[in-house]
């Protein structure tokens, strides 16, 4: 089945067809960084690295750009409440989102462009766009002319009164319409950051860095960007209308939007004090079982946050890790052979399931129940009394590939950590039992029963399986 992808511009699933074949280019919104960010902005990165990693998965060499928006109105503003430097901030929490997208397993990027290294790039656009008459200068602020572009809205699907009448839509009597945005501003009085500008001292709008750092790392048609559903407008309507201007060139084939994070009945939302964030979520749950919980609902659909919800994914994920490493300690009293007839076809038959649920806009929640059923082919295997090594070994790496490698919900190096403790506490019981301190080999058995292992003697040597 061929790739179909939800294309927010068209409103239709479509075929996907990248600019170059077997090559994709991916441009994916990154945070502003003036604070650590909450599960709503996980959802994007975790969503879009599975996105990464199943194309690479069907064969294309993927380029995948994240930015970081490092100077804008909060990031100035936050960094006077602490009386340090812009860049001393946003140093700090480009560092903060790294350690909570490593511990979410999100791969990092080919390329993270920071916007204050790309000002030349910015003032270059601006330039062009005024040359070319879609720009103009208000007292050292450059505003883009959006009505000139004359599919404008064309990515929200709003009509121009709708677009008037938003609430998002700035105010400021001296542009122009209201709906033309700011490319430039102008340094206020105090700001501590600005750069030199043929308009004179400033920094770049929100919109323009996106536009200029994609085209410098990935060409003037991207294949796919992407981003959370409010980004939609303004901001990704107003980069499509300033580099398509700019350019004359489309300016990405396929836009993808994941959708909102509720609270309950609620979105979350900054306004209403109910955000959640990533760092203090990691300080209570396993971060695999955030991970879980952002692809267990279709992208496009909004899902809902609650502590039972994770709650819930650490059993599911328990179920995984307890059937991987059943599999590896099955593979001891295994028979030699290669994998069974009736287990390969069941695993290919596997394969077309969880393929055909990725091919269809991306359904990480259908590819997660094939996963499960691949576990409970893998719970019958150790269960047989006679099963083959390649039963077992194909099976455990079907897991791994599509549960791991793609999905990023099997955590190989933990389990290999824990096989190893394990194996190390079973060693040092036997060892009291030699020694007949009994009383020491049974605390090991009960400490080793309270992380859910179980151990069996039998005259082959000590066997141990999870709960």
Known sequence: MTLQLYN?????????????????NMYVC????????HIGNARVFVFFDVVRRYLAYKGYEVTYVQNFTDVDDKLIQAAAAENIPVLTLANR???????DMDALGVQRGDIHPRATEHIPEMIEAISQLMDKGYAYEQDGDVYFRALRKKDYGKLSHQSLPELKSGARVEVNDRKETPLDFALWKKAKPGESIAWNSPWGKGRPGWHIECSAMSRKYLGETLDIHAGGADLCFPHH????????????????RYWLHNGYINMGSEKMSKSLGNIVRVKELREKYDPRSLRYFLLSAHYRN?????????HQIEKGLERLDTAVLNLRHRKESAMEGEAAEGVRKRLNALTVEFEASMDDDLNTANGITVLHEAVRTANE???????TLGS?????????????EILGLVDITAEDHLEQEVERMIQERQQARMDRDFA???????ELAAKGILLEDTPQGVRWRKK
């Open 8 to 24: 927010t511009l068209t409103r239709r699933k479509e075929a996907f067809q990248p600019v170059k074949e077997n090559r994709v």
């Open 30 to 37: 990154g945070p502003t960084v003036y604070n650590y960010i």
């Open 93 to 99: 929490f480009i560092e903060a989102y790294f350690n």
């Open 237 to 252: 309507e107003n980069e499509i209308a300033q580099s398509e201007c700019w350019t004359g060139k489309p300016f990405a």
């Open 302 to 310: 909004p899902i809902s946050f609650s502590h039972e919800s994770i």
């Open 381 to 387: 295997l150790v269960a047989a009394p006679v099963v």
């Open 392 to 404: 077992l070994e194909e099976t455990e790496e079907w897991i791994r590939r599509y549960g791991g």
């Open 440 to 446: 020491r080999a049974d605390a090991i058995r009960d």
